[in-house]
T-cell receptor, first 114, second 110 residues
């Protein structure tokens, strides 16, 4: 298994500003992902964070809005840029230890944009 | 993206009752996971099913993977208030990526 921490756990931000969310894992992992969970809804994959290269984004998500970094095998950041109230969600980091292994989630970051 | 449909979306029952949650797709998955999520927390993995027809038990929870690996069910026997939460199924489709069902919000009343 893996222990995942996220910072901040929650934040309230004004529209037009940006927030960077950090994800730290207690061991080296093969894959890291970022998900969004809007109020009362399920999880939607934003992107795969690739170590040392640009993230791979899912349909409907773009790098200018959600820039992602992954400088090593244990850490990643997601930035929510130029925020609007529609960005209010829980943002979750997840990891897969290796292909074919199970996925573990961080506790999430609850973002409210006013 | 492959879709997973979960039903029911909401379920409210009395303590001691049994329930079943369904997860269906037209796509085949290499594996399927069930998660439980409580408010303010990330999803916690309950089980992974890999083989068509597989049945796994976790105390009062029974998980089944369909023979064709397109659907799955979660059955809870004698539900307790501590079972309250959001139950999510997720299917692996591409190099570790998962697609999630819409979730089932379960409330067990004492």
């Amino acid at each position: 298994s893996a222990v995942i921490s996220q910072k901040p756990s929650r934040d309230i931000c004004q529209r037009g500003t940006s927030l960077t969310i950090q994800c730290q894992v207690d061991s080296q992992v093969t894959m890291m992902f970022w998900y969004r969970q809007q109020p009362g809804q399920s999880l939607t994959l934003i992107a795969t964070a690739n170590q040392g290269s640009e993230a791979t984004y899912e349909s409907g998500f773009v790098i200018d809005k959600f820039p992602i970094s992954r400088p090593n095998l244990t850490f990643s950041t997601l930035t929510v840029s130029n925020m609007s109230p529609e960005d209010s969600s829980i943002y979750l980091c997840s990891v897969v230890l290796a292909i074919g292994y199970e996925q573990y989630f961080g506790p999430g970051t609850r973002l409210t944009v006013t | 993206t492959q879709l997973l449909e979960q039903s029911p979306q909401f379920l409210s029952i009395q303590e001691g009752e049994n329930l079943t949650v369904y997860c269906n797709s037209s796509s085949v998955f290499s594996s399927l996971q069930w998660y439980r999520q409580e408010p303010g927390e990330g999803p916690v993995l309950l089980v992974t099913v890999v083989t068509g027809g597989e049945v796994k038990k976790l105390k009062r929870l029974t998980f089944q993977f369909g023979d064709a690996r397109k659907d799955s069910s979660l059955h809870i026997t004698a539900a307790q208030p501590g079972d309250t939460g959001l139950y999510l199924c997720a299917g692996d489709y591409d190099a570790g990526k998962s697609t999630f069902g819409d979730g089932t919000t379960l409330t067990v009343k004492p």
